[in-house]
């Protein structure tokens, strides 16, 4: 019964109208988790297979809006995870922040306390490329604590019209993630007109 329920999950996924189907990037190795984007109808996206890193719970994705490119990645970073899954996401950075592209958007669950330790790895990381981290209220509540685990990356910060922490899902919950939430000026595709004789 296990196995099929595993199954029957790896073939389905929450659909959101107005959006495609999800990229995915599933786990391979054990049960649970995934890295998943969602794309409005009327954006042209690719996922990037060539920015992912072998061990690493990531997914790329290249956005094309009048003329401009985006790149949207999502990582996951378990709680026990080890120095060496820290040097994958390093690597995997590196080769983003290397592509000839302005607009950078990094977001996911790091399991490190941005609020707690504003000094860390990652925090560090960032400051290396210039970039900036946009959230700045816990995002990760259980009974005893509360947290900054779930963030934004920017690389153009000139392009954000706003950023934060929205409510959780699903209410009344003693532990839950709250989404981030960023808004990018990013131009929508026009529709072009056709001229017809009648």
Request: proline share 5%.
């Amino acid at each position: 019964m296990g196995k099929f329920i595993e199954c029957y999950w790896r073939f389905q996924f929450l659909l959101i109208p107005g959006f495609n189907p999800p990229i995915r990037n599933d786990r391979k190795d054990r049960q649970g988790g995934a890295v998943a984007i969602y794309v409005r109808h009327e954006l042209h996206a690719i996922e990037r297979q060539d920015l992912h890193t072998n061990g690493l719970e990531s997914l790329w994705v290249e956005l094309k809006a009048s003329n401009r490119k985006c790149l949207v990645g999502g990582i996951y970073r378990p709680s026990n995870a080890n120095n060496d899954y820290w040097q994958r996401i390093e690597r995997n950075i590196d080769k983003v922040f290397n592509e000839n592209c302005h607009n950078i958007v990094i977001t996911g669950d790091f399991n490190m306390d941005f609020k707690a330790n504003p000094n860390n790895e990652m925090a560090r990381l960032i400051a290396s490329y210039n970039a900036q981290q946009l959230i700045d209220t816990p995002t990760h509540s259980t009974e005893r604590s509360n947290s900054l685990i779930d963030t934004f990356v920017i690389k153009n910060h000139n392009q954000v019209i706003s950023s934060f922490v929205a409510d959780p899902f699903i209410p009344d919950l003693v532990r839950f993630h709250c989404p981030v939430v960023c808004v990018l000026k990013f131009n929508k595709p026009g529709q072009g007109s056709y001229k017809r004789r009648i």
